[in-house]
């Protein structure tokens, strides 16, 4: 057969409750200041891909000028 419930203090109704609505409060909080965080790392990798680019197509077309060169020697064409 089933007990009758644990009546459970209202100080320790009061604790539970607090600490639940601090956690979250807590969590809202380190939330919002980790977003701004990472909006900030974003805009900073935007830059540099936006560098990083460039950097890679002018390599890619440096190496296919390149090859197109070794080409050319390979199949004796003179320019």
Known sequence: MSQAPVKVSPLIKFGRWS???????????????????????????????IIRDAKLAEEKKRNAEAEIRALEALAGIKK
């Not at 980790?34 to 891909?49: C, D, G």
């Open 19 to 49: 600490f639940l609505v601090l956690g979250v409060a807590y969590g809202a909080f380190n939330q919002s200041r980790l977003s701004k965080k990472e909006a900030k790392i974003r805009e900073i990798e935007t830059q540099q891909k």
